[in-house]
């Protein structure tokens, strides 16, 4: 069975704390994608990989940065963690020239 | 980015009934997928629709895109309370490996 595993369910830190969230994928994917979930905002894009090193800013990338050093794994950083960051964060994987994605459990993140 | 929007936001209706939910979009789409989502899990897919008109059953799901890739629906039939969830719609460009998401439908099917 596919998967896209998470490495946290649930998240609490501390203002100003350095945050890393660990995404792993089975499927041999080429592309991965970094997203948060907010209610009435929908799921929007953080970055976006399309290969090993690879990365792209998606449409909030402001307060983060990610890592791929390999194609299984993508990494999302919080460089120094604010109350507004405070969401359910999706990892995801697709084949590239194939849009379909599937997701992870999500990481839900409080910061305090 | 082009925004996809989804109505209603919130849906409650009694099992049994039949309902219909609706993405919008003014821009054209490569293709178009749905996704459930249940409480504190990631989306799943459900169904992709590539070609103007078509449409896709899967079981009391019926999914249809817009006959000008710029617009879907999605139809349930005799709904169940197994139906509850968040719907998602998302769509891709042509060339484009990213996917832009709906706002989202909260079904409640009350027993």
């Known amino acids: 069975d596919v998967k896209v595993t998470q490495s946290s369910r649930y998240l609490v830190k501390r203002t100003g704390e350095k945050v890393f969230l660990e995404c792993v994928q089975d499927m041999d994917h080429e592309n991965m994608f970094w997203y948060r979930q907010d209610p009435g905002l929908g799921l929007r894009l953080i970055y976006f990989s399309y290969d090993v090193k690879m990365k792209e800013k998606g449409d909030i990338p402001e307060g983060y940065s990610v890592s791929r050093e390999k194609k299984e794994r993508f990494s999302l950083i919080l460089e120094s963690a604010s109350t507004n960051q405070t969401s359910m964060y999706l990892c995801?994987?697709?084949?590239?020239?194939?849009?379909?994605?599937?997701f992870g459990q999500g990481t839900r993140l409080t910061v305090v | 980015t082009q925004l996809l929007e989804q109505s209603p936001q919130f849906l409650s209706i009694q099992e049994g009934e039949n309902l219909t939910v609706y993405c919008n979009s003014s821009?054209?789409?490569?293709?178009l997928q749905w996704y459930r989502q249940e409480p504190g899990e990631g989306p799943v897919l459900l169904v992709t629709?590539?070609?103007?008109?078509e449409v896709k059953k899967l079981k009391r799901l019926t999914f249809q895109f817009g006959d000008a890739r710029k617009d879907s629906s999605l139809h349930i039939t005799a709904a169940q309370p197994g139906d509850t969830g968040l719907y998602l719609c998302?769509?891709?460009?042509?060339?484009?490996?990213?996917?832009?998401f709906g706002t989202g439908t909260r079904l409640t099917i009350i027993p």
């Open positions: 629709v590539v070609t103007g008109g």
């Open positions: 998302a769509g891709d460009h042509f060339g484009n490996e990213k996917l832009t």
């Open positions: 995801a994987s697709s084949p590239i020239s194939h849009p379909e994605a599937f």
């Open positions: 821009s054209v789409f490569s293709s």
